[in-house]
T-cell receptor, first 115, second 113 residues
Framework: GAVVSQHPSWVICKSGTSVKIECRSL??????MFWYRQFPKQSLMLMAT?????????EQGVEKDKFLINHASLTLSTLTVTSAHPEDSSFYIC???????????FGPGTRLLVL | GQQVMQIPQYQHVQEGEDFTTYCNSS?????IQWYKQRPGGHPVFLIQ?????EVKKQKRLTFQFGEAKKNSSLHITATQTTDVGTYFC?????????????FGQGTILTVHP
């Protein structure tokens, strides 16, 4: 159990367009989902914490109007990168947890390339 | 804020050699978790340590949690090429962080056959 899917796995888009990434917990209900960003050979940088039915909590320095997060249900969270620019190109990974003391289960990630 | 430091950043070993990565937190942790990320992949949960001084083994991997619950280590005996990847430790961010984890920088392990 504890499988998390992410869609799409990769996306190439033009500068100025918006990209939506979905994160789903397939076999459990996730109390909380997290969105990370990872640059090559670097660690995971937490962008925001998402709870179902409430507004996401963004980390310092992350623009909430640029990275829109919607947590519609206990199994689905979406991240929308609005007006994407080349510097937004990165590996975006979501994770989900069953409770605050549980480990995090990661999705396979989405590679975004903005041209 | 809380910091989790991991060393070394890179480790190159010959297949069959041992490998150790160390993790140190600036604050006491309620638990510590270890993840492995293969090249091109996503982090995969390995283990969680909760008790002071705890030692857990998974085949050739040995995980330790320090007595003060501020440091941890992962030791791999007789590395194999399948051990290649980045190993991250992570600890709860604390306070009212509701499940947030603070990740170390990771140790990138390469194994030469």
């Amino acid at each position: 159990g504890a499988v998390v899917s992410q869609h799409p796995s990769w996306v190439i888009c033009k500068s100025g367009t918006s990209v939506k990434i979905e994160c789903r917990s397939l076999d459990f209900q996730a109390t909380t989902m997290f969105w990370y960003r990872q640059f090559p050979k670097q660690s995971l940088m937490l962008m925001a914490t998402s709870n179902e039915g409430s507004k996401a909590t963004y980390e310092q320095g992350v623009e909430k109007d640029k990275f829109l997060i919607n947590h519609a249900s206990l199994t689905l969270s979406t991240l929308t990168v609005t007006s994407a620019h080349p510097e937004d190109s990165s590996f975006y990974i979501c994770s989900a947890t069953k409770s605050v003391i549980e480990t995090q289960y990661f999705g396979p990630g989405t590679r975004l390339l903005v041209l | 804020g809380q910091q989790v430091m991991q060393i070394p950043q890179y480790q190159h070993v010959q297949e069959g050699e041992d490998f150790t990565t160390y993790c140190n937190s600036s604050t006491t942790l309620s638990n510590i978790q270890w993840y492995k990320q293969r090249p091109g992949g996503h982090p995969v949960f390995l283990i969680q340590l909760v008790k002071s001084g705890e030692v857990k083994k998974q085949k050739r991997l040995t995980f330790q949690f320090g007595e003060a619950k501020k440091n941890s280590s992962l030791h791999i005996t007789a590395t194999q090429t399948t051990d290649v990847g980045t190993y991250f430790c992570a600890g709860p961010a604390g306070g009212t962080s509701y499940g947030k984890l603070t990740f170390g920088q990771g140790t990138i392990l390469t194994v030469h056959p």
